[in-house]
């Protein structure tokens, strides 16, 4: 048996490397030290230490020397022998940062002799200098070219996979091989010059039916000091991630079966552009460029993969053992596994910022004073008492389980009329399919009417998203249906890191599940869900997700705050496109608080990254809604802006409904909601959770001077009367800073026995009211809420002539509504009606006066060219809606070009002749301009958002 030991600048690893050897309790024949340009003395320190101990033989060779011909070198060495004898049987491969434990080649001849069918043997490696950590119990490779090693990250070694077994491939640090198993099989590629070559070897000796064995009584401590990047060589430079997956491609490449290569080529090209995104979107870019270049590299040398796959097959005369090699390899699903294990980390990291603040801030709290802040007892958590038993058993006796799973049962028995479909009150009928939310987000200029260059909602881009894999008609409903769970989810979350800021041991989980609760009713109970207004039902699952990510700005590290800045801003872009007033009332509580923090403050104003990431929230919207907004400012559509979302005109809301939680003639009995502006000012009493309810009640101020003008002001809109500007985001923004300080001022009940008897009745009183409020309102929803939710009114649209405007964009139906003595009114019928998206475009385009003019003439006195206007226009049919003026039809009647048409009783219809052509393309190249800045922006905020995870090479 001989050592074969490959050092380059390993002097740091070197000399506990050489006492190990040395250790050994099985001492070698020989040992072959290969040195490839060491410039650290690691050639001599191998001659110190072994010349007088070991048979020694020294090579050296160039910097640029890759293991694989360092190995190959080592074996000529073997074979110099003369007349001594064919050579080792077996040769030790170690590293110069591989220590061998005293017994681990001890343990591998033992291992070697016990199972003589072995040619490859491997120890266990464990990290040094930790000495405790597993590295690997052999190794294989997944489909997409992960190093897998079967271990979770930073696994200590307690003897848990202790035992023999096989595997595809060894490391080569400790890799105990037959001499002549090496020689036959090649050597290790010299195409692999630093990484993956073991991978190599290992797959193809199960190939050739060579069996390799991992023996855990064989330890030894690896440094891995060049894939850590502790070691830098001329072969990898600082590009270890170029070189580690360039070998991993390679590998599956050239190892691969050949009928299904191409499908691996095409898998491995698209997996690495993935992960290419995958690295950029957690800011690893040089990673990013490292994975791109190898995937570059081998796809250039299409020579290299061809070589190495005919050397493999003419290695393989004796057939190969598919089923073996197929065997060893790692499951097709594990890097469908990995991927979910990483989207998880993600969305874990990056949602518990606000909570990682509150629990470093709790324990400063507990450290500093114990007895400070209410209250003072723990607030026991209820799955400890449960922790021995089994899942079902823990959830029906945990009351607050319970009581959330029958919450969220009657929230969804209150929204199942969204089975099927929903339409009615503010919520049109949803498209007929997700592309005409696409080309309604990418046109510059709508066909809508007689035209519009009116832009589009902003909220049409996040529903031709999220309706690819569902469709308009269901995202409509699951928006409808679980924006309620939602909102109580964001809500749980919220109130618990408030609570935790207020209080070291934050609040009970009952006075949680009342916070939440009451928060996912407010849409609900204010009429907002009966009424259609489906921008408001979002917003509210929306808006306890932003404050959410809005509570790191308390962050006391300047990177943490800026992400919760982006966040923050994403969150509030989203909010704003389905509840547009909200940038106001969040442009004026930043503006205020902000405003207090320099009075406050006055020393941290010169810190950028306090005040920097408020602002920036701010201006987030304003970058991603670009292509909304900007158009708006010069096209007519800037009263948008203001206004609720959906079809207009809705009923007024008077302030009286806002300070009952209802919208204007919608939602439940005003007593409901009058119960929560109540206990909010009684959660002023508690003198230890004053200044934060103080604060939720400046919150809710500057949300109510933002309502006022809103509240008086009334916007001119198509149409006969005017509309309100929304509200919802008011009334929204003022439910939660009640809730929230009723909350806070929840925390000191649990004193409740210590107060007098007149104090104790009042706020038994009071705790009975909140308990019984929010549950009212479930019950009145579950029963009568949706009621108000109407079906659409029938169309004055004959059914043919409707079907033939769905074909056909120029085939639109111009309605007329109304006489000559009370006034005509119309509007055009095109495509398949007005759907989610249009009715906002419509109602905002500003009258057309020529064609006003033509219609005009049309309806009082014969008009020739009148038709061929219209036709023009792009209008085939026109009705006359019931019930129908006689002068108006005897005047459509004598108009050359119309042709009477059926229609249903009580109306007139005609159609134009000749029929109108394909109406006129336009083409926006500034939409386009604005479209490519908001395409842009949107994944790098993204990506600003996600936090830099520190992550292992061999993912």
Partial sequence: MAVLLVSHDGSSWLPAVLDGLIAQTTPPARVVAVDTGSKDGSADLVRAALADRLPLEQRSLAGDTGFPDA????????????????????????????????????????????????????????????????????????????????????????????????????????????????????????????????????????????????????????????????????????????????????????????????????????????????????????????????????????????????????????????????????????????GLD??????????????????????????????????????????????????????????????????????????????????????????????????????????????????????VLPLAVLGLPFGPSLLMSLLMAFAAPLGLWGAWRFLRVVARLVTPYGAPRWLLLWGSLTWALVPLVAGAWGGGRWGIVVAAAVLPWLAHAAL?????????????????????????????????????????????????LPSEVGDRSVWGPPVAALVVPLLVLLPWWLPALFEGGLAGTVLDVGRWPTAATSGWDLLAGRLGGLGAPAAVGLVLPVLAVLALLPRATRIPVVVCWLVAAVTAVVGVPLAVTTIDIAGPVGQQPGLGAVLLVLQGAWITAILLGGLSLHHLGDRPKPAQAALALSG???????????????????????????????????????????????????????????????????????????????????????????VTSPDPDAAARLADLGILYIVQAAPADGSVAASLDATAGLVQASSERGTRAWQVSPEPGPLPSHHAWLRWLLLLVQAVAIPVLVVLCLPPLRRNRDE
Avoid: C
């Fill in 71 to 338: 190995v190959a070198e080592g074996l000529l060495v073997l074979a110099e022998t003369g007349t001594e004898g064919p050579g080792p049987e077996w040769v030790w491969l170690l590293h110069d940062d591989a220590n061998p434990a005293p017994d681990a080649l001890a343990a591998l001849l033992a291992a070697a002799a016990a199972r003589p069918d072995a040619d490859i043997l491997g120890p266990k490696l464990r990290e040094w200098p930790s000495l405790r950590r597993l590295l690997e119990l052999g190794v294989t490779i997944s489909g997409t070219g992960r190093r897998e090693t079967g271990l979770e990250r930073g696994e200590y070694d307690q003897g848990q996979h202790d035992q023999v077994r096989e595997v595809l491939a060894v490391n080569s640090a400790g890799m105990l091989v037959r001499r002549q198993v090496l020689e036959d099989l090649g050597g290790f590629d010299a195409a692999l010059p630093i990484f993956g070559n073991d991978i190599d070897l290992g797959w193809r000796a199960a190939a050739a039916g060579r069996t390799t064995l991992v023996v855990p009584d064989a330890v030894v401590f690896h440094a891995e000091a060049a894939h850590r990047g502790i070691r830098r060589t001329p072969l990898t430079g600082r590009h270890i991630h170029f070189q580690e997956r360039r070998a991993a491609l390679f590998t599956l490449l050239a190892n691969g079966r050949g009928a299904t290569l191409p499908l691996q080529l095409l898998r491995l090209t698209l997996g690495s552009l993935l992960r290419v995104l995958g690295l950029l979107g957690v800011r690893a870019v040089g990673e990013a460029l490292d994975e791109l270049a190898a995937l570059v590299s081998v796809l250039r040398h299409p020579g290299q993969v061809r070589a190495a796959r005919r050397a493999r097959r003419a290695a393989a005369s004796g057939g190969t053992d598919r089923a073996r090699v197929r065997r060893l390899l790692a499951p097709w699903w594990l890097p469908y596994r990995h």
């Fill in 342 to 459: 990483l989207a998880s980390d993600l969305v874990a990291a990056a949602t518990n910022q606000a909570a990682d603040v509150a629990e470093r801030r709790r324990i400063a709290a507990a450290e500093r004073d114990a007895a400070a802040g209410p209250p003072p007892a723990r607030h026991r958590d209820e799955d400890e008492d449960f922790a021995d038993t089994g899942i079902v058993v823990r959830f029906l006796t945990n009351p607050v389980a319970v009581a959330t799973a029958v919450t969220v049962l009657a929230l969804l028995i209150g929204v199942r009329d969204v089975v099927g479909g929903i339409a009615g009150g503010a919520l049109s009928p949803a498209p007929g399919n997700v592309g005409e939310w696409w080309a309604l987000h990418l046109e510059g200029r709508h066909p809508i009417g007689f035209g519009s260059d009116v832009p589009a909602p902003p909220y």
């Fill in 552 to 600: 790191g700005f308390a962050d006391p590290d300047p990177g943490h705050r800026w992400r919760a800045g982006w966040r923050t801003g994403l969150a509030l872009a989203l909010l704003t496109a389905v509840a547009p007033p909200a940038w106001l009332v969040v442009t004026l509580l930043v503006a205020v608080l902000l405003g207090l923090a320099v009075r406050l």
């Fill in 768 to 858: 009975v009211a909140g308990l019984v409020a929010p549950l009212v309102g479930l019950v009145w929803f579950a029963g009568w809420g949706a009621e108000e939710l109407d079906d659409p009114a029938p169309s004055d649209v004959p059914v043919y002539m409707a079907q033939r405007a769905e074909r056909a964009e120029q085939d639109g139906v111009l309605v007329l509504r109304g006489s000559t003595d009370a006034g005509l009114r119309y509007d055009v019928h095109r495509g398949d009606g007005p759907t989610v998206g249009e009715d906002e475009i419509a109602a905002l385009t500003p009258e057309d006066e020529q064609v006003t003019s033509t219609i005009r003439s049309l």
